[in-house]
Nanobody, 121 residues
Framework: QVQLVESGGGLVQTGGSLRLSCAASGSIFSINAMGWYRQGPGKQRELVAAVTSGGRTNYADSVKGRFTISRDNSKNTVYLQMNSLKPEDTAVYYC???????????????WGQGTQVTVSS
């Protein structure tokens, strides 16, 4: 079994900051890319940011310069530092990871349960 457990969501005012964390646990052999997606009310799920095992990052244009993704490979954990938050950042944020389980030969996608981020105006 593999689990992704997110934490750090909440309610914040416009211009505020939040830090999301996502820890992967279970029978993990290795992890490729890890990332954060979000789904706002009435919207499709979209990529926010991703980071490879080597540290290369990718961001949605809407969050560039405001959000920073990082990971601690020793802890199988990915973080999302969100600064200068705007009401349009309000969404459920989901952690995603490309994981190879112990004893398996391929990588598969895993998702966290989601954490709510609400930015008030």
């Amino acid at each position: 079994q593999v689990q992704l457990v997110e934490s750090g969501g909440g309610l914040v005012q416009t211009g505020g900051s939040l830090r999301l964390s996502c820890a992967a646990s279970g029978s993990i052999f290795s992890i490729n890319a890890m990332g954060w997606y979000r789904q706002g009310p009435g919207k499709q799920r979209e990529l926010v940011a991703a980071v490879t095992s080597g540290g290369r990052t990718n961001y949605a244009d809407s969050v560039k310069g405001r959000f920073t993704i990082s990971r601690d490979n020793s802890k199988n954990t990915v973080y999302l530092q969100m600064n200068s938050l705007k009401p349009e950042d309000t969404a459920v944020y989901y952690c995603n990871a490309d994981i190879r389980r112990s004893g398996w030969s391929d990588y598969r996608d895993y998702w966290g349960q989601g954490t709510q981020v609400t930015v008030s105006s």
